[in-house]
């Protein structure tokens, strides 16, 4: 006959097979929105106490890129940042960004589907995520903005959040490499494998229409673009010929962007 467990080993065994079955239950994800309250509070006590909020916007970007490039593409680049740090959580993605005026019609919002807010709301919108991943008890709060019109609106985030939190643990950063990898820095890797500036350009054109192709060509209307003429500013393509794209290419740039922005979230947020 089996000796007789004392109470104290049975409620002890009871509880860790409680707390393996949570821990078995949680997903395998840094998305916060796929997480119960209770999971997150359990991650941040155990260290994931830097949160990244993607910035994306919802703009025309030619024919043959669908609206939500930048929103897509700054989910995917977030997910595997923070994969890549170990100590991060993702939040939801930003996806409406200033984006010109509508009375009349600027910039993009001349191409339907473009949606646009005053840069007031947009830097309390983001002000007030950060105060909340604050609260509870996020300590590096991470801006990665996919577009280039709003740079500016997120030093300025990041400016007043220090001003606010001084003397408290929280910090807020808006490392400029992540959208400079993407951009100048892309153009540049592109140029050492034979691609022309003519071609490069600046939006819709090889250098975007790549990334996308290799974050999410579901999104890229590949078969068109192929068959049609040079597209150009009236299609909503500026300084550059979509028609070579390819995902092998924009895998460069992902790899680039990545392991940059990686670095200098690592670098911010030493020792803290």
Excluded: C
């Excluded at 974050?215 to 010929?241: H, I, N, T």
Aim: hydrophobic share 40%; charged share 20%.
């Amino acid at each position: 006959m089996l000796p007789r467990l004392p109470k104290r080993a049975f409620a002890f065994a009871a509880l860790l097979l409680a707390a393996q079955a949570t821990l078995a239950q949680t997903p395998p994800t840094v998305q916060l929105q796929d997480l119960t309250w209770t999971e997150i509070r359990d991650q941040v006590h155990a260290g994931k106490t830097t949160i990244i909020i993607p910035i994306g916007g919802t703009e025309q970007s030619g024919p043959y890129i669908a609206v939500g490039k930048h929103n897509r593409r700054a989910t995917v680049l977030a997910e595997r940042i923070a994969q890549k740090l170990g100590n991060a959580l993702v939040a939801p993605t930003v996806d409406y960004v200033p984006e010109g005026s509508y009375a009349p019609p600027t910039s993009h919002m001349r191409f339907p589907g473009t949606i646009t807010i005053p840069d007031a709301t947009f830097e309390q919108l983001l002000e007030s995520a950060a105060n909340s991943f604050a609260v509870h008890g996020f300590r590096n709060v991470v801006f990665l903005g996919d577009h280039g019109g709003y740079q500016r609106d997120l030093r300025q985030v990041v400016a007043r959040l220090d001003r606010q939190w001084a003397g408290r643990p929280a910090r807020a950063f808006a490392p400029p490499e992540y959208y400079e990898a993407s951009s100048t820095g892309f153009a540049q890797i592109l140029r050492r494998h034979g691609i022309r500036d003519d071609e490069i350009g600046t939006h819709a054109a090889l250098a975007d229409t790549s990334l996308q192709l290799a974050v999410a060509p579901q999104m890229v209307r590949l078969r068109a673009l192929r068959a049609a003429p040079k597209p150009g500013a009236a299609d909503g393509v500026y300084g550059g010929d979509p028609r070579r794209s390819s995902a092998a290419l924009g895998q460069l740039g992902v790899d680039a962007i990545i392991s940059r922005t990686v670095e200098a979230i690592r670098k911010d947020t030493a020792g803290r």
